[in-house]
């Protein structure tokens, strides 16, 4: 499996960003995706999750700002993220997890990741 992030960059507070995850490698759709951030000096932590029957999780703390969506056909992720904050900033990842995931924010239940793209809110 194979997972490649894009669409990080330099935003203001306030701005949109919109993270793509191509996804490769498996040849099966029952599986967990989610979005991870890790913060300078903070540990990963769980931003975003689908699961394979299309259900959604969100971290509380993002307070309803990002939507998680994506596309089966072209086995592709997205993180849409709108009114971006300066704590948002770090490196944001994509991760799957074969099957359910009983806690879908939590790294640990994550075989599979890419490598990152770096997000940074600042004016």
């Known amino acids: 499996v194979q997972l490649m992030e894009s669409g990080g960059g330099l935003v203001q507070p306030g701005g949109s960003l919109r993270l793509s995850c191509a996804a490769s490698?498996?040849?099966?759709?029952?599986?967990?995706m989610g979005w991870f951030r890790e913060a300078p000096g903070k540990e990963r932590e769980g931003v975003a999750s689908?699961?394979?029957?299309?259900?959604?999780r969100y971290a509380e703390s993002l307070q309803g700002r990002f939507t998680i969506s994506q596309d089966i056909s072209k086995n592709m992720l997205y993180l849409q993220m709108d009114d971006l904050r300066p704590e948002d900033t770090g490196i944001h990842y994509c991760?799957?997890?074969?099957?359910?995931?009983?806690?879908?924010?939590?790294?640990?239940?994550?075989?599979?990741w890419g490598q990152g793209t770096e997000v940074t809110v600042s004016s």
């Open positions: 490698g498996f040849t099966h759709n029952d599986h967990c």
């Open positions: 689908i699961d394979p029957d299309g259900w959604r």
């Open positions: 991760a799957l997890s074969p099957g359910y995931a009983l806690f879908p924010l939590k790294p640990d239940e994550y075989k599979h």
